[in-house]
């Protein structure tokens, strides 16, 4: 089974939350992390939108939970979030391809 955890951000600069993002890769690997997407919303560039693929949502939260994870938001700029969603994947369709 796969889930999600789509996490939103806002932040005073992008630069200072990418640095932070990316010296974060290890912690977020030791936490159960599979894969990351880093977006941005095209309408607020302030508003980042994260989704974090995961096998465990129990070690998801508690990666959210932690010391860790809250001294990287102080670094990191944000000025309100997480917000976070936890789902689940059901189904997946093929990709789709136009020629």
């Known amino acids: 089974m796969k889930y999600f955890v789509i996490a939103s951000y806002w932040v005073k600069d992008f630069q200072a939350f990418r640095n932070e993002f990316d010296s974060?890769?290890?912690?977020l690997q030791?936490?159960?992390?599979?894969?990351?997407?880093l977006?941005?919303?095209?309408?607020?560039p302030s508003h980042l939108i994260v989704?974090?693929?995961c096998e465990d949502v129990d070690?998801?939260?508690?990666?959210?939970?932690?010391?860790?994870?809250?001294?990287?938001?102080?670094?990191a700029g944000v000025v309100?979030?997480?917000?976070l969603t936890y789902i689940e994947e059901l189904a997946r369709t093929r990709e789709t391809i136009i020629v």
Do not use: I, W
């Open 24 to 27: 974060a890769q290890e912690m």
């Open 30 to 37: 030791s936490s159960g992390f599979k894969r990351t997407y």
């Open 39 to 44: 977006n941005r919303d095209v309408e607020d």
């Open 51 to 53: 989704v974090h693929e």
């Open 59 to 75: 070690k998801a939260r508690a990666f959210y939970e932690s010391r860790e994870f809250k001294d990287c938001l102080g670094r």
């Open 80 to 83: 309100d979030g997480p917000h």
